[in-house]
């Protein structure tokens, strides 16, 4: 059986944040005596064993049919009679159990129903098809579903096909997997009189794989209680020290949450906003991890306030008032109501201090965002419903396609093998934490803590990510393997080339599994990629496009040489600075100087050409070479005494100029940036390619232009080249002139 759990010996403490309607206490089920078990018969009345899952039920759907309840819960206790939980309990109060969590939860009715029944089929002589006669094909599927769950063994020995057959099934309806996780929470309410180490392995399980699917489902109330009975089983020593500083701090006489919830009330009263402000206490996990981080705690360390309004305006407004008339600590503030969590989550998080240095974490959101915090996609309701018109539902996702659960879907269907998917999913659930980056055009993207420009990559793109050839992050250049922060802006460069293949380095960066699927199953698509990184090989095959790239006239343009020339070394002179290059320079670009029978030639460090704004100095040999006014090398003369020579510019406007090209490395890049030189109608005197450095290729180009005004035109068409992101001068470090 699948709950063969029994009610401790010594209750577990009860967590703190658990959600508890003061009204109606927690029906005692070990004490109903076998006539409330099964109750009466007739059609007009419930059954009072299952009275309080239809008050709880309708305080969250008060026009709700409860026909179904009464007849499930009829064919459940007949099915069950006779059969025992270990503490000698009737079986049937587990099946009650787990329908009253759900409907404290805000389950709808067939939710509740299929939860009545989830034992029946694999326990009892109840089939699905009888399921289906009675109560309709959708109660069959989550029965059924339900079923296929209790057979996974979800520990280090789980057989991954399996596993990956029962949470696919279970993603096409997500109430599947809400009624399994309501199942293990009183499974572990009631895990006392179990063998220490049948407790330890079953919580380890809880704690690996249910409390990160309960996380990612939105169910805090189900994820924070599962947490802390864990955290009893397998921390009992810091379990109970943790439970000593509760019970510490409760016993002191001064409440400084109380005292600054009342503060709250007073600002907001006046302020003329309707508010509820409330004082929620930490469950037992919380507080460990805030006595790790913070050491000694204080007062308002055990709880946070909790502000709940109508309408999403109201939240802003309660945080304007608190942030005016209160002191607000700036850093503790995040917003999830314009950028939702991955599971739904919505709130505004904020913190306020005291003058005696106590400070209170402060949550506000709405009631419906609350509801959906608590109860996370229990509380979308039946996604096969037609939508409503109650703007209050204006909430409400696809709950089929919550976030993480709609990306499981899809990775799953593209994992090349059942090892991969499972060995992802433990990584993936392994991510307890998320970051949000936004796309330029105001989109958003979640992705786990860690995570790089890969990720953002093919979160955004899919499988068209493979042309991803850089990023921008804050308007910055960035390298794909970029880790990225919550909060950071990320533009994706995308390559035209449909071949464009990922680098296997990439895996290196991946962390999220739809990263890491699609490079898997891309490489292993294609064996022999070729390498974006711009390898050797790639620079090899470059070079071989290049030498029979054309260029507009029909000549073939000089290209460089990759593997043979080095690049080139500011600290030597140029090979445009040789003597036979003097009278070249001097001819094309006709600069005039004020000193009659000097030669010219153009420094090789800055490049100029008309109509720069230049300057010459003397050099050896009776020549004079020509800068730009704001090269290097002009400050560094000027501040060794060297005296300036006047320059202008001739009639000629033939010229040569040099370029540093900066780009993403890819194939065919060179030939692509030699042929939109080509047809600019520029001709290539000499190349030189750096060997590349994290993706990054650096080109430098001395170039013979037939009309200097042509320049801005030229360097234009060489930035729109697929992979290139910038085009500049030349500008060397080192000193030209001698």
């Known amino acids: 059986m699948s709950a063969e759990a029994t009610n401790p010996a010594t209750p577990v403490p009860a967590t703190p944040e658990a959600p508890r309607r003061k009204s109606r206490p927690r029906i005692d089920l070990r004490r109903l005596g076998w006539a409330a078990l099964l109750g009466p018969s007739a059609r007009d009345r419930l059954p009072d064993a299952i009275g309080h899952v239809a008050e709880a039920h309708r305080a969250h759907h008060p026009d709700a049919d409860l026909e179904p309840l009464r007849r499930a819960y009829l064919l459940a206790e007949s099915s069950h009679r006779g059969q025992m939980r270990k503490s000698g309990e009737p079986y049937i109060t587990h099946p009650l159990a787990v329908t009253l969590i759900l409907a404290e939860l805000g389950a709808e009715t067939t939710t509740l129903t299929a939860s009545l029944l989830h034992d029946t089929v694999e326990d009892t002589d109840v089939t699905l098809e009888q399921v289906r006669e009675q109560f309709g094909e959708e109660v069959r599927y989550l029965v059924d ?94 379990y109970e020290h943790t439970r000593e500083l509760i019970v510490e701090n409760a016993a002191h006489g001064d409440d400084p949450l109380a005292d600054m919830a009342e503060q709250v009330r007073t600002v907001l009263r006046e302020a003329d906003i309707q508010a509820e402000v409330l004082i929620r206490p930490r469950h037992f996990v919380s507080v460990h991890r805030i006595s790790r981080k913070r050491g000694r705690l204080r007062g308002a360390d055990f709880g946070r306030l909790l502000v709940l309004v109508n309408e999403d305006a109201d939240c802003y407004g309660v945080l304007g008032e608190l942030h005016t008339c209160m002191t607000p600590v700036v850093s503790e503030f995040k917003d999830f109501i314009a950028v939702p969590k991955f599971n739904l989550y919505q709130s505004l998080h904020t913190a306020i201090a005291r003058e005696d240095g106590e400070i209170a974490e402060v949550l506000i959101r709405t009631h419906q965002m609350h509801k959906v915090a608590e109860a996370g996609v229990i509380a979308l309701g039946n996604p096969y419903a037609p939508a409503s018109d109650d703007p209050s539902d204006g909430e409400r996702a696809d709950p089929t396609r919550p976030g993480w659960l709609s990306r499981l879907l899809t990775w799953q269907k593209a994992a090349p093998d059942t090892d991969t998917f499972w060995s992802t999913l433990r990584e993936d659930l392994a991510q307890d934490r998320e970051i949000t980056v936004f796309r330029p055009d105001g989109g958003a993207l979640g992705l786990p803590e860690g995570a790089s420009c890969v990720d953002a990559a093919y979160a955004q793109y899919g499988e068209d990510a493979h042309a991803c050839i850089g990023a921008r992050v804050n308007g910055r250049l960035a390298t794909l393997s970029t880790v990225l922060k919550d909060g ?98 001097a001819r094309v670009a006709n600069a005039v100087v004020d000193l009659p029978g000097a030669s010219v030639r153009l420094a090789g460090c800055c490049t100029p050409v008309p109509p720069d704004e230049v300057t010459g100095f003397a050099v050896r040999g009776g020549a004079v070479t020509v800068h730009r006014v704001e ?81 801005p035109a030229l360097m234009r068409a060489m930035r729109n080249v697929p992979g290139v992101y910038d085009v500049s001068r030349a500008q060397h470090a080192a000193a030209a002139a001698r």
Request: charge should be negative; aromatic fraction near 2%; include cysteine.
């Open 488 to 585: 950071d802006t990320v533009q994706l460069l995308m390559g035209q080339d449909p071949a464009s293949e990922p680098s296997r380095e990439w895996l290196e960066h991946a962390r999220t599994p739809a990263a890491r699927i699609a490079i898997q199953r891309r490489l292993a698509a294609h064996p022999t990629p070729g390498d974006p990184s711009g390898g050797a090989s790639a620079s090899g095959a470059a070079r071989h496009d290049a030498e029979a790239t054309q260029d507009s006239a029909g000549a073939r343009t000089a290209a460089p040489d990759t593997a043979a020339r080095p690049p080139a070394d500011p600290a030597r002179p140029s090979a445009d600075d040789a003597p036979g290059a003097r009278a070249a320079h």
């Open 145 to 238: 579903g339900v079923t296929k769950l209790e057979k996974v063994d979800y520990g280090a020995a789980a057989e991954p096909e399996t596993f990956r057959k029962m949470l696919v099934a279970t993603g096409n309806d997500v109430r599947v997997m809400s009624i399994k996780l309501a199942d293990r929470l009183h499974n572990m309410r009631t895990l006392g009189v179990m063998r220490p180490e049948k407790q330890v392995r079953i919580a380890k399980v809880t704690r690996d794989v249910l409390i990160p699917l309960a996380e990612r489902l939105g169910v805090q109330a189900l994820k924070t209680e599962l947490e802390d009975l864990v955290f009893a089983i397998l921390h009992p020593e810091e």
């Open 631 to 711: 090269c290097a090398g002009v400050a560094r003369m000027k501040s060794a005494g060297r005296a300036e020579i006047g320059v202008r510019w001739g009639d000629t406007t033939d010229c040569r100029v040099t370029l540093v090209v900066e780009s993403f490395g890819r194939p065919h890049l060179l030939a692509d940036l030699t042929e939109a030189i080509a047809v600019e109608g520029v001709a290539i005197v000499s190349a030189t390619v750096e060997p590349p450095s994290q993706q990054r290729v650096r080109h430098t180009y001395t170039l013979q232009l037939p009309d200097a005004a042509h320049l």
